[in-house]
């Protein structure tokens, strides 16, 4: 996955199996974690993620058009930063990637999925704010 530095904005690769590390950034050595904030995923990182995370991964399936999805961006970002260290949140565009949508049977969005080892273990279509995302998927508890 790629995720940015909050130091110097620089792009910086962190593997699926090392996500719950603390990496440093190849251009200033501040530390960056995969965690604590949703990432933008595709089809590659989806995969990867899914199958060889040692955390959970959390998933929320959302397209630009779609207005639920908008009132729950900032709710998944809430979670993000709740379950720092505890679970990776990312966001994947169907929008973009109609074929991982279509593959892991999206038919409504937002759609929540919760992956643990390779298998989804939990998923819920609709709005919830942070609290509802985090009781409905036993997450932090």
């Known amino acids: 996955m790629i995720i940015r530095c909050s130091n110097c904005n620089k792009k910086n690769r962190i593997p699926a199996n090392r996500v719950d590390q603390t990496a440093k950034c190849g251009n200033c050595g501040a530390g960056i974690t995969a965690t604590g904030q949703p990432v933008a995923i595709g089809p590659k990182a989806f995969t990867d993620l899914v199958e060889n995370s040692p955390l959970p991964v959390f998933v929320d399936f959302w397209a630009p058009w779609c207005g639920p999805c908008k009132m729950a961006a900032p709710e998944v970002e809430k979670l993000a930063q709740r379950l720092e260290g505890q679970v990776v949140v990312a966001k ?41 995302l985090a009781q409905t998927f036993r997450l932090g508890q």
């Open 92 to 132: 994947l565009d169907t929008q973009k990637h109609p074929a991982v949508a279509q593959q892991e049977g999206v038919r409504g969005i937002p759609l929540f999925a919760l992956y643990k080892k390779g298998e989804r273990v939990a998923s819920q279509t609709g709005f919830m704010n942070a609290d509802q």
